[in-house]
């Protein structure tokens, strides 16, 4: 069992910019990578980013790029989103998730642990 823990989220501006940070509690051979997700009130649940625990390859939905960055700390089993030039379509409850090989990075149902989430409302 894995556990993913979310922390950085809250109420910012628009412009403003939050770092996330997810805590894994171990890596095995089911982690390959980590995505970020995000569900907006009312909408399905999103892919926002996803970034490999050894090569530190990185994917972004195409909304995202040039705004935000993912990045990891292998010693620290820990995953951050920078999330800058935020905007109010980025109010959502964030949550990142843990992936085996194989399957597409964007598949919520590729992702076999998830954390419980961490809110960020961006106001106009």
């Known amino acids: 069992q894995v556990q993913l823990v979310e922390s950085g989220g809250g109420l910012v501006q628009a412009g403003d910019s939050l770092r996330l940070s997810c805590a894994a509690s171990r890596r095995t051979f089911n982690t390959y990578a980590m995505g970020w997700f995000r569900q907006a009130p009312g909408k399905e649940r999103e892919f926002v980013s996803a970034i490999t625990w050894s090569s530190g390859s990185t994917y972004y939905e195409d909304s995202v790029k040039g705004r935000f960055t993912i990045s990891r700390d292998n010693a620290k089993n820990t995953v951050y989103l920078q999330m800058n030039s935020l905007k109010p379509e980025d109010t959502a409850v964030y949550y990142c998730?843990?992936?085996?090989?194989?399957?597409?990075?964007?598949?919520?149902?590729?992702?076999?642990?998830w954390g419980q989430g961490t809110q960020v409302t961006v106001s106009s």
């Open positions: 998730a843990s992936k085996g090989i194989g399957g597409r990075y964007y598949d919520e149902n590729n992702y076999n642990y």
